[in-house]
Nanobody, 128 residues
Framework: QVQLVESGGGLVQAGGSLRLSCAAS????????MGWFRQAPGKEREFVSA????????YYADSVKGRFTISRDNAENTVYLQMNSLKPEDTAVYYC?????????????????????WGQGTQVTVSS
């Protein structure tokens, strides 16, 4: 079965960095769009970043643009999220998500309902 396993979360001071990893199994990784979402206590799940299966195009929420970088290693079936200049408002559970790539009508990368598989999440806490 498909599994997405996140790692790399933790506690960091404001201004610090973390690198999240998401290891995928049970799917043809190179044919999947991959995304990162986050959910803070009392808030809805929100889009963070995504990377296309086809050409590696990347997408970011405005709140993380210039600070976070998404990348993928198709040989390792892993997607990464490098997070720099972290702020207390980045504190949340971060989730990895996957959806089959398509050559048809583009679907918005920021819509969580378009993703089929989800990881269990990893906690990121940024102290001030």
């Amino acid at each position: 079965q498909v599994q997405l396993v996140e790692s790399g979360g933790g506690l960091v001071q404001a201004g610090g960095s973390l690198r999240l990893s998401c290891a995928a199994s049970g799917l043809i990784f190179r044919s999947y769009d991959m995304g990162w979402f986050r959910q803070a206590p009392g808030k809805e799940r929100e889009f963070v970043s995504a990377i296309s299966w086809s050409n590696g195009a990347t997408y970011y929420a405005d709140s993380v643009k210039g600070r976070f970088t998404i990348s993928r290693d198709n040989a390792e079936n892993t997607v990464y999220l490098q997070m720099n200049s972290l702020k207390p408002e980045d504190t949340a559970v971060y989730y990895c998500a996957a959806r089959p790539g398509t050559l048809g009508t583009p679907r918005p990368y920021y819509r969580p309902e378009t993703y089929v598989y989800w990881g269990q999440g990893t906690q990121v806490t940024v102290s001030s």
